[in-house]
Nanobody, 124 residues
Framework: QVQLVESGGGLVQAGGSLRLSCAAS????????MGWFRQAPGKEREFVGAIRWSGGSTYYVDSVKGRFTISRDNAKNTVYLQMNNLKPEDTAVYYC?????????????????WGQGTQVTVSS
C-alpha cells in the first residue's frame, strides 16, 4: 500500500530553519507531483507548495515565497521542504501529498495520497 511518511518537524525559534522530508513507498514516485500543506490549530488546511512529478517546476503560496524551497530526489523516493527564516505564523502540522501526473496545484482534491503530518512549532 502507499505510504507517505513525514519527518523533520520540531520546535525552532523565529528566524531559524528546518528541513522536512517525506518518504514515499508503494507508488511510482516519479509519476507523482508532490505537495506540501499545513494546518494550524483552528484553521483550515492550507497549501504551502508543490513540485511537479518531473521536478521541472515548483509553485508556492505567497506567504512562503523566498523562504521555503521544495525539492525531490526520485532515486530516494523523497521530497523535501526546506524552511528558512521561520515565523511564528508558520506553526502548524505539515503534510505531504502525492498527486498522480497532476500539475503543480494548490487544490487538495487533486492529490491522491496523504501523509500523517509532522508538527512544526516556531517560537517568538
Amino acid at each position: 500500500q502507499v505510504q507517505l511518511v513525514e519527518s523533520g518537524g520540531g520546535l525552532v525559534q523565529a528566524g531559524g530553519s528546518l528541513r522536512l522530508s517525506c518518504a514515499a513507498s508503494g507508488l511510482t514516485f516519479s509519476t507523482y507531483t508532490m505537495g506540501w500543506f499545513r494546518q494550524a490549530p483552528g484553521k483550515e488546511r492550507e497549501f504551502v507548495g508543490a513540485i511537479r512529478w518531473s521536478g521541472g517546476s515548483t509553485y508556492y503560496v505567497d506567504s512562503v515565497k523566498g523562504r521555503f524551497t521544495i525539492s525531490r530526489d526520485n532515486a530516494k523516493n523523497t521530497v523535501y521542504l526546506q524552511m528558512n527564516n521561520l515565523k511564528p505564523e508558520d506553526t502548524a502540522v505539515y503534510y505531504c501529498a502525492a498527486g498522480y501526473y497532476v500539475g503543480v496545484t494548490a487544490s487538495p482534491e487533486r492529490y491522491d495520497y496523504w501523509g500523517q503530518g509532522t508538527q512544526v512549532t516556531v517560537s517568538s
